[in-house]
């Protein structure tokens, strides 16, 4: 997985949350906080990073069963975060 596929995903999320109507606000909030910290730490390489993909796999377990799509891609962007030690 590159880089460029990670950041495919993200925007397929965006897309998918423009397009959800029936997510509590608060869980479109703590996702999309999720997806900014993804994006701002793309560049970088600390040890802070390695919980993202923990963030990720929790919201995509939230989402589960309303919006399997977004779980799908939520399920991916993790198993990427993880695979480039992020």
């Known amino acids: ?11 397929t999320v ?3 949350l423009e397009n959800a109507d029936d997510l509590a606000e608060e869980d479109v909030a703590r ?3 999720t997806m900014a910290e993804i994006e701002s730490v793309l560049g970088r390489s600390d ?7 923990d963030q990720i796999s929790e919201s995509a377990r939230q989402f589960e069963k309303s919006h399997p799509l977004l779980t799908n891609t ?13």
């Open 74 to 86: 939520l399920g991916r962007i993790a198993d990427m975060l993880q695979q480039m030690g992020i």
């Open 1 to 11: 997985m590159t880089r460029e596929d990670l950041l495919l995903a993200l925007q």
């Open 31 to 33: 996702l999309r906080q």
């Open 47 to 53: 040890d802070e990073e390695s919980s993202l993909s």
């Open 14 to 16: 965006h897309q998918e």
